[in-house]
């Protein structure tokens, strides 16, 4: 039982480029979450997943898209990767009735130069 | 907007010493609230939570906090740190009515030896 796990762990990317975060969970969560971790602002949710199927916008989801592949992976993709976009990116998953009691994934530490 | 709060941003603390950390959450509903750990180099994990019932809430690790209604408040205690507990850590809150959860800022503690 991995539990969450993301890919990359580390990556570089420079302005413009584009990639796709990785997050798969195995414990049949239905919700999925993404957030960005930025040095005094805490965690912010950039996307969600309440089931497979479906997605919405958190409270930056700007420059981003996200895919729920199924019920196991949800992808987390930069289009044209800004500056801005430099931050730690969390995965996490939960499920009824504890939806706040989230698992959270190991971290994408992201740098665009 | 919904918002938590966290005023101390670093502290220091010698071993043995009492820990209280703040968090204040600007729900007017009913609100889950939570405390999650981040050490070095790891993921976050769930230090304790509160849905209901007894205001006083027990951890793990010897972490305890109190939710005041009337403060809108659920500070994180401890009555004697380890230098273990050198970490960053995130109150959280969830609306009810919502799935995801919003963040505080985050504490980062630092225990001396």
């Known amino acids: 039982n991995a539990g969450v796990t993301q890919t990359p762990k580390f990556q570089v990317l420079k302005t413009g480029q584009s990639m796709t975060l990785q997050c798969a969970q195995d414990?049949?969560?239905?919700?999925m979450y993404w957030y960005r971790q930025d040095p005094g602002m805490g965690l912010r949710l950039i996307y969600y997943?309440?089931?497979?199927?479906?997605?919405d916008k958190g409270e930056v989801p700007n420059g981003y898209n996200v895919s729920r592949l199924n019920k196991r992976e949800f992808s987390l993709r930069l289009e044209s990767a800004a500056p801005s976009q430099t931050s730690v990116y969390f995965c996490?998953?939960?499920?009824?009735?504890?939806?706040?009691?989230?698992?959270f994934g190991p971290g994408t530490r992201l740098t665009v130069l | 907007a919904q918002s938590v709060s966290q005023h101390n941003h670093h502290v220091i603390l010698s071993e043995a010493a009492s820990l209280e950390l703040g968090c204040n959450y600007s729900y007017g509903g009913t609100v889950n609230l939570f405390w999650y750990v981040q050490y070095p180099g790891q993921h976050l994990q769930l230090l304790l939570k509160y849905f209901s019932g007894d205001p006083l809430v027990k951890g793990i690790k010897g972490f305890e906090a109190e939710f005041i209604k009337s403060k809108f408040s659920f500070n994180l205690r401890k009555p004697s740190v380890q230098w273990s507990d050198t970490a960053e850590y995130f109150c959280?809150?969830?609306?009810?009515?919502?799935?995801?959860?919003?963040f505080g800022s985050g504490t980062r503690l630092q225990v001396q030896p």
């Open positions: 997943s309440a089931s497979e199927g479906t997605t």
């Open positions: 996490a998953s939960g499920d009824a009735p504890s939806y706040n009691e989230q698992f």
């Open positions: 959280a809150a969830r609306d009810t009515g919502r799935r995801a959860l919003t």
């Open positions: 414990m049949n969560h239905n919700s």
